[in-house]
């Protein structure tokens, strides 16, 4: 069964950056997307970043900017770099991996906080 690992959380200071990365414990075939979410404690899990199989990226309006999302396909590996971190950045961060269109996987979160 195939896991996904993330790795990078920890505390940072508000202005402070991190780099989260996501990797699949095997080979994944026809990845159609990588995204990263986040969830904080009382509101709903979000799309934060999003990078398709042929590079277009997405971001959500609150992050634009700040963060960078990119991948590396040789190694099923998706990254999130966070510059400019803010106190309302705090929350739990999940990879996932969308393949042959139908098939999701979920990493198990990495925690992010952000102290003012």
């Known amino acids: 069964q195939v896991q996904l690992v993330e790795s990078g959380g920890g505390l940072v200071q508000a202005g402070g950056s991190l780099r989260l990365s996501c990797a699949a414990s095997?080979?994944?075939?026809?990845?159609?997307?990588m995204g990263w979410y986040r969830q904080a404690p009382g509101k709903q899990r979000e799309l934060v970043a999003r990078?398709?199989?042929?590079?277009?990226?997405m971001y959500v309006d609150s992050v634009k900017g700040r963060f960078t999302i990119s991948r590396d396909n040789a190694k099923n590996t998706v990254y999130l770099q966070m510059n400019s971190l803010k106190p309302e950045d705090t929350a739990v961060y999940y990879c996932?991996?969308?393949?042959?269109?139908?098939?999701?996987?979920w990493g198990q979160g990495t925690q992010v906080t952000v102290s003012s």
């Open positions: 990078i398709t199989s042929g590079g277009t990226t």
């Open positions: 996932k991996f969308t393949a042959q269109l139908t098939l999701d996987y």
């Open positions: 095997r080979i994944i075939f026809n990845i159609n997307a």
